[in-house]
């Protein structure tokens, strides 16, 4: 078959047009391909942390030697005396007053003081004060006082840093104080009394107990005078003198009695404790109700309450049973403290 020259020219033609075609398409993809890599990379670089500098400034400092002169200079300069005026005012013509004389002055108030003065005077003041409180005695203290020995309270003499007072506030408590002479509201004033001369030094805590217990606070108190004063308002508006303590927000209900009162004051940990009671305690617990067995008191006071030896025990009974009254005489004793009977 023979090609004429017309379709020669048409083949090549097309060929050359299919040739300029691919190379633009080429073009522009090279293009396209180079313009998303740029933009990738303008916008990681906004991604990218910054790439740290390290820049060096200019230090100026005065060599060592040359600082401590100037130092010594200005000091020097410091200590140079000041230009003063020597020069006094005169006057030859009669005035129409004079000065009165220097009067004689105490030469011993004048002299350096002794520092043993001081330190004597302390020491002497110390050996005369017990472990608590101060004054001229007990027996000028009186009731609720501080003296010589200590504190003293109801009559009897303690000394002590941690101080936990427990009032028997039963029905058969009240009356036998009242008949005593010495009702709830007496003792309630001796207590504020007691209150009112502790030292900063000390702490302190009260329990009201019948067979429930109303505590002041769960813990012994610094003796501070925000304190002594919450417990003084605590003692007159929360006292009770009916000889019944019925549950409540401020009465903690106890089947144990006194056994759970005496749990209570172990954890305040006190070193002297004061007990206001006729020696009888009740308790409803464990299937038991009735009378508390002393060998059950006993066991609390020696192996949890005074277990170290450092608490001493003071009864203060009122027309208790002659065996109750030999038992809180024998605790008080073994403890180092007191006991008495108001009848």
């Not at 390290?54 to 002169?69: G, H, L, Q, S, Y």
């Not at 001229?136 to 003293?152: C, H, I, P, R, T």
């Amino acid at each position: 078959m023979t090609l004429s020259p017309s379709r020669i020219i048409s083949s090549g033609g097309s060929s050359r047009r299919r040739l300029v075609i691919t190379i633009i398409l080429i073009s522009i993809g090279i293009h396209v391909a180079a313009g998303i890599v740029a933009g990738i990379i303008v916008v990681a670089r906004y991604f990218a942390e910054a790439p740290a500098e390290f820049k060096t400034t200019k230090d100026v400092r005065i060599p060592a030697k040359k600082r401590e002169a100037k130092m010594n200079m200005a000091a020097l300069d410091a200590i140079a005396p000041k230009p003063t005026f020597s020069d006094k005012m005169q006057s030859s013509r009669p005035t129409a007053f004079s000065l009165p004389d220097v009067p004689n002055l105490p030469l011993d108030q004048m002299l350096p003081l002794d520092p043993s003065q001081f330190i004597g005077d302390q020491i002497a003041s110390l050996s005369n004060i017990g472990a608590m409180g101060t004054g001229s005695g007990a027996a000028s203290a009186g009731a609720g006082g501080f003296g010589d020995k200590g504190m003293s309270f109801l009559g009897i003499q303690s000394s002590g840093q941690r101080i936990l007072l427990l009032f028997d506030v039963s029905l058969s408590v009240t009356h036998k104080a009242a008949k005593a002479g010495v009702p709830l509201e007496k003792i309630q004033q001796e207590t504020i009394n007691l209150i009112g001369k502790l030292p900063i030094t000390s702490k302190f805590g009260i329990i009201q107990f019948t067979q429930n217990y109303k505590p002041f606070s769960k813990e012994l108190l610094p003796a501070t005078d925000n304190n002594r004063a919450a417990a003084v308002n605590w003692v007159q508006s929360e006292w009770v003198t009916k000889g019944s303590m019925s549950e409540s927000s401020k009465v903690t209900s106890n089947a144990q009695g006194f056994i759970g009162v005496l749990d209570v004051a172990a954890e305040m940990k006190p070193d002297v404790i004061f007990i206001i009671s006729d020696g009888s305690f009740q308790w409803k617990a464990g299937g038991r109700a009735g009378t508390i067995p002393w060998k059950d008191v006993k066991k609390i006071f020696t192996e949890n309450l005074c277990k170290s030896g450092d608490c001493k025990v003071n009864f203060i009974a009122f027309e208790a049973k002659d065996g109750d009254s030999r038992e809180m005489k024998n605790i008080s004793q073994r403890s180092g403290g007191k006991m008495i009977e108001l009848k």
